[in-house]
């Protein structure tokens, strides 16, 4: 591991003054990036432990709420607005890593977290242009069953990790940070990137920038929401497809808006309006189900190991609608 310096912010100016430091990393609960320091994947200069920054509430905001980045995943989850007005994400984040992790980690660091290709996070594989631009992506011609089969490039294959930012995806959340050039709001569609030519780059903050809150919009229907995960166990494991849905229905059970965000299938957590669209006046079934699924998966490109993703994609959609749709 190489050596860095370490210093403790009290304040968000704090924070941001000490990350003009070149090569610095914020650290919350650490549980991904001192496991890529360890691995020697992530070599910062300086750690800026934010830690006694105050930005742990949640609080209700512009009919809404706001979580603070600093928030613990394993309190936000268990907050009673959060269970009651947007279950989906409550849901989300108790499918995450293990209480453990969950009591640590905090949604600042879970918007940050890193891709777990294998390739990526082993460096003694050398192909790699997320950690080494240019030198190729050892995931295309390797084993690439976990790997993306919707927004890649040739550059590369890799899927976001995170249950959390699935459903936010979902519940159109915005994001607030704070940096050298004052503060500035990001909705979550663009918070993350694809990774084009540029793997590299994970999301569109700048240098210095520091997340300070989530804010979810006021979104009553939300209550009618839930996530499903599909992984190879049932605790400690990266999502293969994950699936948040948030249904509205009118008087008369027909479908008057949606919402469907995927992970474990895209560099990022995947939403496609076009098929939310074509469930809106729907009457919720099989048939409405598969018409959304399909038009998720248009176009999807699955590699040797991980076409089976397609179909399971299709089933995890039409299962998670479903089970949103019966409750009351």
């Known amino acids: 591991m190489r050596r860095f310096a370490y210093v403790r912010a009290a304040a968000v100016a704090d ?9 610095s990393k914020f650290l919350g609960g650490g549980t991904n990036l001192i496991d890529l320091m360890k691995m020697g994947v992530e070599e910062p200069a300086q750690l800026i432990d934010i830690n006694r920054v105050p930005l742990a509430n949640v609080e209700p905001h512009a009919g809404g709420l ?10 936000v989850a268990a907050h009673p607005e959060v269970r009651r007005r947007y279950p989906v994400l409550s849901e989300a984040l108790l499918a995450g890593a293990t209480q453990q992790l969950r009591n640590m980690a905090t949604m600042g660091g879970n918007l940050m977290q890193r ?10 594989f050398r192909e790699c242009n ?12 390797g084993y690439n069953r976990i790997h993306a089969i919707l927004g890649a490039s040739p550059q590369c294959i890799a899927t976001h990790p995170s249950d959390m930012c699935v459903a936010l995806a979902a519940l159109e959340a915005v994001v607030q940070v704070h940096g050298p050039r004052g503060e500035r709001s990001i909705p979550i569609a663009d918070f993350h990137r694809l990774p084009g030519a540029t793997p590299q780059r994970d999301t569109n903050l700048e240098p210095g920038e520091l997340i300070t809150s989530i804010d979810l919009p006021e979104m009553p229907f939300a209550a009618r929401s839930h996530y499903l995960k599909v992984r190879d166990r049932n605790s400690y494991a990266f999502a293969l497809v994950s699936v948040a849905a948030v ?3 009118d008087t008369n059970g027909a479908i008057r808006q949606a919402r469907i965000a995927l992970g474990g299938v895209a560099p990022k957590p995947w939403r496609v309006p076009a098929a939310e669209q074509a469930l809106v006046g729907q009457q919720p079934g ?8 399909d ?4 176009g999807a490109q699955p590699q040797r190991h991980n076409a089976f993703k397609v179909e399971l994609a299709r089933r995890s959609i039409a299962s998670a609608l479903g089970a949103a749709a019966a409750l009351s």
């Open 295 to 298: 038009e998720v998966l248009r």
């Open 247 to 249: 249904l509205d229905l």
């Open 15 to 23: 924070a941001v003054s000490a990350a003009a430091t070149p090569d």
């Open 130 to 141: 997320k950690r080494t631009p240019g030198s190729g992506c050892a995931a295309l011609p």
């Open 286 to 293: 099989d048939a409405a189900w598969r018409a959304a699924a």
């Open 115 to 124: 891709t777990r290709c294998y390739y990526f996070y082993d460096p003694s």
């Open 66 to 75: 706001r979580i603070g980045a600093m928030a613990r995943n394993s309190d």
